[in-house]
């Protein structure tokens, strides 16, 4: 009799944490606010925009079985839901960012513009005009992520196609390339015209180096400048293990925040950011020992998260949905780690950071959490077990925030209800 | 009942630490060389890291292609199973042909996969073919 009553009691706190999973659409979030399913299974949604009426785009990683890489969402009934999901464009990518009728859409190596009609309709779906072209694709940290400025300027990642400029990739015992060759062309931010057609590199500027890899980046309106999130470089322990254990593997470098202006070096490959020691330290490739600083001319970051957590986008909240501690704070989509195998990974998140007069003016804190799937408290052990990977963030302008996730395509809306 | 959870908790506890300590060469080669990218499940990370798990390429008959994966790196882009990883994989001139062996052996016999052995003599005809 008591073993029933156990498990009737057990039974039924099992349906109510399932229940509230449900409400949720999965996600734990701080109190007053909900989560709801906009979508799923639309592909792998990358980065995503919204327009000023609330219809929605995401940019897939790959066109999806329909052969569409541009994804337009649309909730006509306002139920939370997307009922109306059409698209367009064949080619893979990342970036997407919407202002006015303009849509800017990324490939792996070029950056369009559509326009859009009064119903946020594309009108031009097979004659985009091509804004950037030629830009370096050599398959790692290909994505191009891309924001504007309040002037029209865009502002594109173009991504180190390496992990620390070695002579072989990710071969231990290669040297550093003194100096980094990649840095021309490649491992930071080019600053392009929104609106001038067929630029290329020789039409752009390099607005900051030494970023190994930036997916998330925001202007911000406040200190009128952008910031960016870097993905620190992988493997210490794989090819130093004389220097660094798998512990402190799992704990370095920092994934970090710079606000960045024109000219700005962020140190990468030849320093990295130690998160414990609050130093650049020099890279072992390029004769560190973990704890010889360098990088005197490199920024410092504002803001340093564990490491290989992969901040995949940063998104300023304007909006009053939310309460006042949001406001003009940062949010960041972290994808999860895998570099830090063998030991459990860390991210599958949405971090926030508050901000005071376009600064941080607190530590970060995760916001929304639950994206793997797995029960509270239990660690993503290998990547492929995360149901879903937080990866694009937009605001809508009435204040609600969509987190998109690139591992089967979900999208999810967040809402506080005052 | 509870004799008999003790003993068999010490049972595991003995085949825990037997194997964590006398783990096969493919196995240690594996932990050492591979995990890290290809992690503890063999599952890879989407879009970066090939899976090994389940992979057709890693269970099929082409031995020769995956000994030189493993020897001589592999910096094109991988195309498997309907998706695209963007990592290069690193050559290992270190590793000897034994170790080649074995570490192929324990993948194409790990998780879910159920493939043929490779033998030492498989791996030294591939590698010296070039």
Same mark, same amino acid.
């Given at each position: 009799m008591k073993k029933q009553l156990q498990l009737i009691v057990f039974g039924c706190l099992l349906g109510v944490s399932i229940a509230h999973a449900q409400e949720n659409a999965g996600l734990k979030l701080p109190a007053g606010f909900k989560a709801q399913l906009f979508a799923e299974n639309i592909g792998q949604a990358r980065h995503i925009a919204i327009t000023q009426s609330g219809v929605l785009f995401a940019k897939l990683n790959y066109p999806n079985k329909e052969g569409k890489s541009i994804i337009r969402l649309e909730d006509k009934n306002k139920d939370g839901v997307a009922e109306n999901i059409t698209g367009w464009a064949n080619y893979g990518g990342t970036g997407i960012y919407v202002r006015g009728d303009n849509l800017y859409a990324s490939s792996d190596?070029?950056?369009?513009?559509?326009?859009?009609?009064?119903?946020?309709?594309?009108?031009?779906?097979?004659?985009?005009?091509?804004?950037?072209?030629?830009?370096?694709?050599?398959?790692?940290?290909?994505?191009?992520?891309?924001? !504007? #400025?309040?002037? $029209?300027? +865009?502002?594109?990642?173009? *991504?180190?196609?390496? @992990?620390?400029?070695?002579?072989?990739?990710?071969?231990?015992?290669?040297?550093?390339?003194?100096?980094?060759?990649? !840095? #021309?062309?490649? $491992?930071? +931010?080019?600053?392009?015209? *929104?609106?001038?057609? @067929?630029?290329?590199?020789?039409?752009?500027?390099?607005?900051?180096?030494?970023?190994?890899?930036?997916?998330?980046?925001?202007?911000?309106?406040?200190?009128?400048?952008?910031?960016?999130?870097?993905?620190?470089?992988?493997?210490?322990?794989?090819?130093?293990?004389?220097?660094?254990?798998?512990?402190?593997?799992?704990?370095?470098?920092?994934?970090?925040?710079?606000?960045?202006?024109?000219?700005?070096?962020?140190?990468?490959?030849?320093?990295?950011?130690?998160?414990?020691?609050?130093?650049?330290?020099?890279?072992?490739?390029?004769?560190?020992?973990?704890?010889?600083?360098?990088?005197?001319?490199?920024?410092?970051?504002?803001?340093?998260?564990?490491?290989?957590m992969a901040p995949m986008s940063l998104l300023f909240y304007k909006g009053d949905q939310f309460p006042a501690k949001y406001k003009d704070g940062a949010f960041i989509a972290f994808h999860g780690s895998w570099n830090r195998a063998p030991l459990p990974q860390e991210g599958y998140f949405v971090a926030f950071v508050p901000f005071k007069n376009g600064k941080p003016s607190g530590d970060w804190e995760i916001f929304a959490n639950g994206f793997s799937g797995l029960p509270a408290d239990t660690k993503v052990a290998n990547p492929r077990n995360a149901k879903a990977r937080p990866c694009g963030l937009a605001e809508s302008a009435d204040g609600a925030l969509y987190v998109s996730d690139d591992s089967k395509g979900a999208i999810f809306k967040i809402t506080f209800n005052k | 009942m509870s004799k008999k959870l003790f003993v068999s908790f010490l049972l595991l506890t003995f085949f825990y630490f037997a194997k964590g300590q006398n783990g096969t060469v493919g196995e240690k080669v594996y932990k050492t060389k591979c995990l890290v990218c290809h992690q503890a499940d063999g599952g890879g990370v989407p879009n970066l890291n090939a899976p090994l798990d389940g992979a057709t390429n890693v269970v099929g008959n082409d031995i020769a292609r995956l000994v030189k994966i493993i020897r001589y790196g592999y910096n094109e882009r991988i195309a498997l199973d309907g998706f695209y990883y963007s990592n290069a994989m690193p050559a290992n001139a270190d590793l000897t042909s034994t170790q080649i062996a074995a570490v192929l052996t324990y993948i194409r016999k790990s998780w879910s996969n159920q493939a043929a052995e490779v033998t030492v003599a498989q791996v030294q005809k591939h590698l010296k073919k070039k």
């Open positions: 190596d070029a950056v369009y513009q559509y326009k859009l009609d009064a119903n946020d309709e594309v009108l031009n779906a097979s004659s985009p005009n091509t804004i950037i072209q030629g830009l370096l694709s050599r398959r790692q940290h290909a994505s191009k992520s891309i924001t !504007l #400025d309040p002037k $029209g300027n +865009i502002y594109v990642n173009i *991504g180190a196609y390496s @992990n620390a400029c070695q002579e072989k990739d990710r071969t231990p015992g290669s040297k550093g390339m003194l100096p980094c060759p990649i !840095l #021309d062309s490649a $491992g930071g +931010i080019w600053k392009f015209d *929104g609106l001038k057609t @067929n630029q290329t590199y020789i039409d752009g500027k390099r607005y900051a180096t030494g970023l190994r890899n930036v997916i998330g980046l925001d202007w911000n309106t406040t200190s009128n400048s952008l910031f960016v999130t870097q993905h620190g470089r992988d493997q210490l322990n794989s090819f130093f293990p004389a220097l660094y254990t798998n512990e402190q593997n799992a704990e370095l470098p920092g994934e970090t925040m710079y606000e960045v202006k024109e000219g700005d070096d962020c140190g990468w490959p030849y320093v990295y950011y130690d998160p414990i020691q609050h130093k650049k330290i020099i890279s072992p490739e390029y004769g560190g020992d973990g704890k010889k600083v360098g990088g005197d001319n490199a920024l410092d970051p504002l803001v340093a998260f564990p490491a290989h | -």
